[in-house]
């Protein structure tokens, strides 16, 4: 045998076996600072449960704005490390040009750009979403923040920080099994269920929700306390009418046996309703008998309501034109908008939230975590009840002199091992389901009872999100359904909100006063060396060979 012959059998032979070891050893490689194509733990989790194919349609395929783009590779390559970790992931990117009005009906609806391009403006209109389709059910992922931004460069850096989240949420709710438990409390004068549906009819497609009575505490408390404990979370939204002591104890026992509880609270009696219907009302304090539950978990909520120069609009009638009546938007300082915590997952990437008639909440030293989630602009004043609040008030100009109470606290989460308010205390009834204190468990306390409260247009329950006259935006829903998320997730699943990436973005208009200069270096000035290479090859050539 020749040795050119021995040497072709060797590299044949080295190519199998390499061939063998890439198809048994396969890995892929994270050389990103920030490990943005790394999968979380969490992440892994979730997709290594889908047991058969799952199809993803996203439809970011088309002519849309450059700086689009990039969210349409980053999209691709976090699938490609999706199906790479399980082969059941399918994926395709449509164009959604054809069949726009049955995305809408499926709910997704467009987003308008404004683009800048060589120094000019113009608008586009792209459908940043993705279907996900496993087995019998469908689930639509949102690939833009819906977060006030600055810029769509940021609006960009969120939705490309937002995408492990939103699609393992997505795949983890449309993969789910075993669905926990929600109660919404009722009995002592909470919101109707129309004016909670907004919000309500999110949380039933991830987790089994129910209504829950106290009226039956009065005659078979333990039964209602051995029910309750059955629930995962108790919403406890606005309620209005006082709190007997066995209804208050059944409460403390639920969360010291390991209930999550989210309490949406008005310590004073005000609404804007009431104020439409004669322009002026009376504001006092609402007497719940739910004070030293609270303090015992750490917080207070005083009877004092909180004016914010940072605040909602709301419409009111500034004349006639015909028989026409015509309104005008204008501030209303007992709605605060709040931002959230930019370092919590619950908060991060939200757009703001509206409150109505707020009041402030202080925080006790014990053993519980406190973590701040709404807090107040510095611009604001405490106003004492009881208190006359006139309609008119609006069209007084503010003096910035009169509020400067600073930044006040309206929703807070606590986290750590509950005491019972009724330790060393007389009970209102014998339960052998009786704990002093809780073990590890958490609950988000927020000083207004109408955050959930959606409106009602031509009867029927409006878009939490979206206020019905000035058209406004508010992140009311979002910040809800992340805490709810929060307090039942187990898995870590909902930090991955607190996800946050370093994207380099082209800075457009140095780019375009600069084309010229940039144009030249990768076009002409490579021509250029090409050129001198040539002439200085031919003469060397000439002169060694002459």
């Known amino acids: 045998m020749s040795k050119k012959l021995k040497h072709i059998i060797f590299l044949c032979f080295g190519l199998i076996v390499l061939n063998f070891l890439n198809q048994s050893f396969y890995t892929r490689f994270d050389l990103t600072k920030d490990k943005r194509y790394t999968l979380s733990e969490v992440t892994k989790s979730i997709i290594n449960k889908v047991d058969k194919n799952i199809y993803i349609n996203i439809y970011l395929e088309g002519d849309f704005p450059s700086e689009f783009k990039r969210l349409q590779v980053e999209t691709l390559q976090y699938l490609e490390e999706l199906k790479a970790e399980n082969n059941n992931i399918n994926f395709r990117f449509i164009n959604p040009d054809n069949q726009r009005e049955k995305l809408i009906k499926k709910g997704m609806m467009p987003s308008q750009l404004t683009v800048e391009e060589d120094g000019k403006l113009s608008e586009a209109i792209i459908f940043p979403w993705a ?26 850096q969120k939705a490309i920080e937002n995408l492990e989240y939103s699609f393992s949420n997505a ?15 009722t009995g002592n004068g909470q919101l109707q269920d129309i004016h909670l549906y907004s919000f309500l009819s999110e949380v039933a497609k991830k987790y089994r929700l129910a209504k829950f009575t106290l009226d039956s505490v009065a005659k078979n408390p333990k039964k209602v306390l051995q029910d309750l404990t059955s629930f995962d979370l108790a919403i406890i939204a606005k309620p209005t009418q006082k709190f007997t002591s066995e209804e208050k104890f059944t409460l403390d026992q639920y969360i010291t046996n390991g209930g999550k509880s989210l309490w949406m609270i008005d310590q004073v009696q005000a609404d804007l309703d009431s104020l439409y219907g004669g322009g002026k009302m009376l504001a006092y304090p609402r007497d719940l008998n739910l004070t030293d539950l609270l303090f015992t978990y750490g917080v207070r909520i005083n009877s004092k309501l909180i004016k914010d120069l940072y605040a909602a609009k709301i419409p009111l009638a500034t004349g006639n034109v015909g028989n026409q009546t015509q309104f005008q938007n204008l501030d209303w300082f007992y709605n605060p908008l709040v931002g959230g915590n930019p370092n919590h997952a619950i908060t991060k990437n939200i757009s703001p939230v509206r409150l109505q008639f707020a009041n402030q909440i202080d925080t006790l030293k014990n053993n519980i975590k406190k973590t701040p989630l709404l807090v107040s602009s ?30 006040q606290l309206f929703a807070v989460l606590l986290e750590g091992e509950f005491n019972s308010a009724f330790k060393n205390r007389i009970k209102p009834y014998n339960t052998s389901l009786f704990k002093e204190k809780s073990n590890q468990n958490k609950m988000v306390v927020i000083s207004d009872g109408d955050i959930a409260k959606n409106q009602i247009l031509k009867g029927k329950p409006h878009d939490l999100s979206i206020d019905k006259w000035t058209k406004q935006q508010f992140g009311n829903k979002d910040f809800l359904l992340n805490t709810v998320d929060y307090l039942l997730d187990d898995s870590g699943l909902i930090n991955l909100r607190n996800k946050t990436l370093q994207i380099n973005i082209l800075d457009k208009q140095k780019a375009f006063k600069e084309r010229t200069f940039w144009q030249f270096i990768n076009v002409i000035l490579p021509l250029i060396l090409l050129f001198i290479f040539g002439i200085v090859f031919n003469y060397l050539r000439k002169k060694k060979y002459r």
Do not use: C, M, W
Request: charged share 30%; proline share 4%.
């Open 171 to 185: 795949i983890h709710k449309i993969n789910q099994k075993n669905r926990k438990r929600v109660a919404v409390i």
């Open 378 to 407: 510095v611009l604001t004043q405490q106003v004492g009840v009881p208190r006359f609040i006139e309609l008119q008030s609006v069209a007084k100009e503010p003096k910035e002199e009169d509020y400067k109470s600073g930044n």
């Open 131 to 156: 279907e996900i389709n496993y087995k019998t059910r469908t689930e639509i992922v949102s690939l833009l923040p819906t977060a006030i931004v600055t810029s769509q460069e940021e609006q960009l």
